[in-house]
């Protein structure tokens, strides 16, 4: 039997990379210059702090090219509401990793569905697609690649 993993992870060195790349040009920009700008990455969340939220939308955008210069996925990052404080504003951009309950249970349906010559399994945050051809399993592939879901996927652990 055939088979292979569906999920949705980031590769986290590049992250780390592009946040890095994003608080090096903020600092040596002109228009950010004793703004006290920066960026912070800890525990799958990158916060942002600078003077006003025109500064901040600013940073979001350094963010975004810095993160798709990377090859990374941009639905991979949700940013929350603005929050000011006394000194300043900051945003925080949740990362989001891993196939939910909800969407693995619609992935499910939609493989079901369509009457493949497949089963699915939920495993935590994969899905487990196993199938006597591979032939079926590239069928699977491609209807996961013209849907709209709203979390990227990568296809990995396949075995003959």
Same mark, same amino acid.
């Given at each position: *039997?055939?088979?292979?993993?569906?999920?949705?992870?980031?590769?986290?060195?590049?992250? +780390?990379?592009?946040?890095?790349?994003?608080?090096?040009?903020? +600092?040596?920009? #002109?228009?950010?210059?004793? +703004?006290?700008?920066?960026? !912070? #990455?800890?525990?799958?969340?990158? +916060?942002?702090?600078?003077?006003? !939220?025109?500064?901040?939308?600013? *940073?979001?955008?350094?963010?975004?090219?810095?993160?798709?210069?990377?090859?990374?996925?941009?639905?991979?990052? =949700?940013?929350?509401?603005?929050?000011?404080?006394?000194?300043?504003?900051?945003?925080?951009?949740?990362?989001?990793?891993?196939?939910?309950?909800?969407?693995?249970?619609?992935?499910?349906?939609?493989?079901?569905?369509?009457?493949?010559?497949?089963?699915?399994?939920?495993?935590?945050?994969?899905?487990?697609?196993?199938?006597?051809?591979?032939?079926?399993?590239?069928?699977?592939?491609? *209807?996961?690649? =013209? =849907?709209?879901?709203?979390?990227?996927?990568?296809?990995?652990?396949?075995?003959?």
């Amino acid at each position: *039997m055939a088979s292979f993993d569906i999920v949705s992870e980031i590769n986290m060195h590049e992250l +780390t990379n592009a946040v890095d790349q994003a608080n090096k040009e903020v +600092t040596t920009r #002109f228009d950010f210059k004793g +703004t006290d700008s920066n960026y !912070e #990455f800890k525990d799958d969340v990158i +916060t942002m702090y600078s003077q006003t !939220e025109f500064q901040v939308n600013q *940073m979001y955008d350094i963010l975004k090219t810095k993160l798709v210069k990377r090859k990374i996925d941009l639905k991979f990052i =949700s940013a929350d509401k603005m929050m000011e404080s006394g000194k300043g504003v900051r945003q925080e951009v949740t990362v989001k990793q891993g196939i939910d309950k909800e969407i693995a249970k619609k992935m499910v349906k939609m493989v079901k569905d369509k009457k493949m010559k497949v089963q699915a399994a939920i495993q935590g945050d994969k899905l487990r697609i196993t199938g006597k051809k591979r032939d079926n399993l590239q069928e699977v592939i491609n *209807m996961f690649k =013209s =849907s709209d879901l709203d979390i990227p996927l990568q296809y990995e652990n396949y075995r003959d």
